[in-house]
């Protein structure tokens, strides 16, 4: 030990601070700082010799004659261990952490993280927790379900929104029975018994189930090569915008309602005219998006900045000139509801009506555009007093939405076994749809003494649903398979070995296969590119009849599907619009012995 050391006021000052034995004055003569401690440490001490009153370890120390001075070497009193830094992905600010006593012992000053020259890069970490803290004050705006009393309809619209009844029983094509357990929700829709749509919702977590929400983002990285830009939303990994979504100062009405998610060329999104993505936005601009597409596997979420507000009834668009009607409904209605849309429009918005429009008047548009006005207000509000990445609006859970979107007079029933879960939904259809709340019914497996999917048979189907062999009626089989890239679909004869000819035999496969690949697309979730290849047909008529038949199938899927002609070698290219992980991903893990390749390499042959 230097003499600086032994000279320097500091350690001095620390050891007034701890408890010295008295003994210590016998071996420190030649030091003034020494002498002065042993007075001030006696007095908290009990009466009694010096040499009694010392531990047993400092006295044995002190006897020792080669020990090295006491005050040269000041015993350290312990360091509390450091709090936990703030790591990628955490959603709250980290604990506050307390310099222990003496921290700057040797002059060490704490480095802070995410300093000058840093820009805040990594937001989804620590700078995501900051903008958190001051933002926890704003809590999101939530959906409004259930907030005003129904309205009151007249004896014939009652009648004809509620739909056929027989026997006093509700009649309808489809069924939705909702699963509540421990760790996910189940939705299954079933067409008469036969299982046509099935979801699996975890509980929201901000991260992962993020479709619809609104965020007020920055822009941290422009890409002019790509024309796309990564967008910081508060999530562990940053959200794409692309060209093609982001809108533009003109707006395009198009009273089919086709420019509901309009955008210019490609499946990414890439445009073809106009501005580039640089002219329009800046590295760390704000700007407010939406999620279109949930964060899969190593990439993040999608956005646009096309902000639409889903509702019963309508579509609102905010900053928009769009004035829409779904084409699913008749030519006759879509006239009454023109008239009708015509005059509630509010300035300054665009709106869209749905399917679940039909027959309604106009006093229910009113208020649902009302209560979506009302949202807008609120997140614009919100907007204006935080800092971004912050989450503005928070779609409800998927069970919600998907009744929703989706429960109308051909729906026999809604059947929820969660008691919580019913009376969520059955507030918000009386106050919405009140003449359908009679088709709610909740389950109770207890009473029932059996869980509700095996009462429905809907277990199985989801067994089989997540198989990669599909048969078909007369024998044949569908083989899926799937890649990162793209899903690929191989048509087979299989036990199919028909009756009159080779060319007919292989024409009535294609055409089963054709119903059942459109049902399994749907069933399964699959989205992304698509690669269907059906047994070689020479007839080009016969081929003519195979895309009809499909592209009918593809018709009653509510998702946005587009196809390429049939080639020669009977090889059908489609997309399928992708907005979360499919069925067979919410089902399972990747194997842990081959990574989900299917396949265990023999390490004994790379030797």
Not at 132 to 137: F, K, L, T
């Amino acid at each position: 030990m230097d003499e600086s050391t032994l000279n320097d006021p500091t350690p001095a000052v620390r050891k007034r601070r701890l408890v010295v034995p008295p003994t210590q004055n016998e071996h420190t003569e030649d030091k003034p700082e020494s002498k002065a401690k042993p007075k001030p440490k006696a007095k908290s001490e009990p009466k009694a010799k010096p040499k009694a009153g010392s531990g047993p370890k400092p006295k044995s120390k002190a006897d020792s004659p080669q020990a090295e001075p006491e005050s040269t070497k000041p015993p350290v009193p312990p360091v509390p261990p450091p709090a936990r830094k703030p790591q990628i992905g955490d959603s709250r600010p980290a604990p506050a952490q307390q310099s222990p006593e003496g921290e700057g012992t040797g002059g060490r000053r704490r480095r802070r993280r995410g300093g000058r020259g840093r820009g805040g890069r990594g937001r989804s970490g620590e700078a995501a927790s900051t903008t958190e803290a001051r933002n926890g004050s704003h809590a999101p705006v939530e959906a409004i379900l259930a907030d005003q009393r129904p309205l009151e309809l007249d004896d014939e619209q009652l009648t004809e929104r509620r739909g056929k009844y027989r026997n006093g029983k509700p009649l309808g094509r489809y069924r939705m029975c909702v699963h509540v357990s421990e760790g996910a929700t189940h939705i299954s829709v079933l067409e008469g018994r036969s299982l046509i749509e099935y979801y699996v919702s975890r509980p929201s977590d901000d991260i992962s189930e993020i479709y619809g929400n609104l965020y007020l983002g920055r822009v941290r990285r422009v890409l002019p090569g790509m024309e796309a830009a990564f967008v910081d939303i508060g999530t562990p990994k940053q959200a794409v915008l692309y060209r093609g979504d982001l809108t533009v100062a003109s707006d395009e009405s198009d009273d089919d309602g086709g420019s509901e998610r309009k955008r210019a060329g490609g499946r990414r999104g890439r445009s073809v005219s106009g501005p580039a993505i640089g002219e329009l936005i800046k590295n760390g601009q704000t700007i407010m998006c939406q999620v279109i597409k949930n964060p899969i596997g190593h990439k993040g979420a999608r956005l646009t900045t096309e902000v639409s507000l889903p509702g019963r009834f309508v579509v609102l668009i905010p900053n928009s000139s769009v004035m829409g009607i779904s084409r699913r409904l008749p030519s006759r209605e879509r006239r009454r509801l023109r008239s009708l849309l015509a005059k509630e429009i509010p300035d300054g918005f665009g709106v869209i009506l749905r399917t679940a429009a039909e027959n309604v008047t106009a006093a229910e548009i009113r208020r649902d555009i009302e209560r979506l006005t009302q949202q807008w207000t609120k997140i614009s509000e919100l907007a204006e007093r935080s800092d971004a990445p912050v989450l503005l609006f928070r779609e409800p859970e998927l069970a919600v939405r998907i009744i929703r979107e989706q429960f109308t007079a051909d729906f026999r029933e809604v059947v929820i076994d969660d008691p919580a879960l019913f009376e969520q939904v059955k507030g918000y259809m009386e106050a919405v749809a009140a003449p359908l709340v009679d088709r709610i019914r909740y389950y109770d497996p207890v009473a029932e003494r059996l869980p509700l999917f095996e009462r429905v048979h809907v277990a199985e189907q989801v067994r089989k649903a997540t198989d990669r062999k599909v048969w078909l009626p007369s024998g044949g089989s569908l083989i899926i398979e799937h890649t990162e890239a793209l899903t690929v679909i191989d048509v087979n004869t299989g036990r199919n070995v028909g009756k009159s000819s080779l060319n007919e035999t292989l024409f009535q496969n294609n055409l089963e296969a054709a119903t059942e690949i459109a049902k399994q697309l749907r069933l399964r979730d699959i989205g992304g590119i698509i690669i269907i290849d059906f047994v070689d047909m020479d007839d080009k008529q016969q081929r003519d009849k195979l895309m009809s038949t499909l592209n009918e199938a593809l018709a009653r899927d509510k998702t946005r599907t587009a196809t390429e002609p049939i080639s020669d070698m009977g090889i059908v290219q489609m997309t399928r619009m992708r907005t979360g992980e499919g069925l067979l991903e919410s089902m399972s893990d990747p194997c842990e012995a081959c990574d989900g390749r299917g396949i265990v390499l023999r390490e004994s042959l790379f030797a």
